[in-house]
């Protein structure tokens, strides 16, 4: 298993308290294959710095969780195809650590 940070931004029409309980479904996948989520991190609704689909704002949500790289892949095209997810990033952590 390997450990994976997921920041996905949500649309900001979508009511905040919404956001958790659907990434938690989203996690199902990955402890449905074996793997643990540690964290689910809702950073609250912030200023784009540029517009997406434009929209100037979105819900920052941050997830740590640990998994194969199979599992990491279908839940980033999982989350892809929901049209209130405005974007995701799938990055593993100890790959940016100054030695």
């Known amino acids: 298993m390997r450990h994976y940070e997921l920041m996905v931004l949500v649309d900001p029409e979508v009511d905040e ?3 958790e309980p659907t990434l938690g ?3 199902e996948l990955v402890k449905k294959d074996g793997g643990t ?5 809702i950073w609250g609704r912030r ?6 689909q434009k ?11 640990h998994s194969t790289p199979e599992s990491a892949k279908e839940l980033d ?3 892809r195809l929901n049209e209130t997810i405005l974007r995701t990033k799938i990055i593993r952590p100890e790959e940016f650590k100054v030695a």
């Not at 989520?37 to 991190?41: K, R």
């Not at 929209?55 to 969780?65: C, G, P, S």
């Open 37 to 41: 989520v540690d964290e689910i991190d």
């Open 77 to 79: 095209r999982l989350l």
């Open 55 to 65: 929209k100037t704002e979105a819900i920052y949500a941050v997830v740590n969780f």
């Open 25 to 27: 479904k989203y996690m």
């Open 47 to 52: 200023q784009l710095t540029f517009e997406i």
């Open 17 to 19: 308290r919404t956001v």
